[in-house]
């Protein structure tokens, strides 16, 4: 699969089937996030896997808009570490977890990030999984294979781009 091959063709999944992901599969996902560029390569995120049922549920039931976080097999945790790069580690920690989802997407498993930092999911989060105050709570991404089919929607790019000032046109 090439690259724009999953950039097109991942999309957020919300419903997963029973069967777990290999452990390589989750090892290589955590390899290209490990990968994702950083400033100053200062690589300031940590990731925190859970696959154990009981506190994906405690997970899925603190997070509103990630209920499906107790049906997923997988659910990786991403923390910035203020220590590794003041500047940028709320910003970097978002490199690696878009190359997560494109690694899983060309593994055959869908995923869905969901944002936890700066709300009220941030505290319950590290209260749930002992996660020292240094670090913040970036995000969710739930992980595993898909049984939904995915829609694809976007914004068209006319609507998106402006070329040298904003508004103009090519």
């Known amino acids: 699969m090439d690259t724009m091959q999953a950039i097109l063709g991942r999309r957020s999944i919300r419903?997963?089937?029973s069967k777990q992901v290999e452990d390589?599969?989750?090892?290589?996902?955590?390899?290209?996030?490990r990968w994702a560029p950083?400033?100053?390569n200062k690589q300031p995120w940590h990731f925190i896997v859970v696959?154990?049922?009981?506190?994906?549920?405690?997970l899925a039931d603190n997070h509103p808009y990630g209920r499906f976080m107790s049906q997923s097999p997988v659910v990786i945790v991403v923390l910035g570490d203020p220590d590794k790069h003041p500047k940028y580690y709320l910003a970097d920690p978002h490199n690696a977890v878009q190359n997560m989802l494109l690694a899983a997407y060309e593994l055959g498993l869908g995923?869905?990030?969901m944002g936890v930092r700066?709300?009220?999911?941030?505290?319950?989060?590290?209260d749930l999984l002992q996660i020292p105050d240094k670090f913040r709570v970036v995000?969710?991404?739930?992980?595993?294979?898909t049984d939904l089919k995915a829609t694809r929607t976007r914004e068209p790019l006319e609507n998106l781009v402006s070329y040298e000032f904003y508004g103009g046109k090519k």
């Open 111 to 113: 995923t869905c990030w």
């Open 139 to 145: 995000c969710a991404i739930s992980v595993g294979y």
């Open 118 to 126: 700066d709300t009220p999911i941030e505290h319950k989060f590290r």
């Open 38 to 40: 950083s400033a100053s």
């Open 15 to 17: 419903k997963y089937t």
């Open 51 to 58: 696959t154990d049922g009981t506190m994906r549920k405690e």
């Open 24 to 33: 390589e599969k989750i090892q290589q996902i955590l390899e290209a996030g």
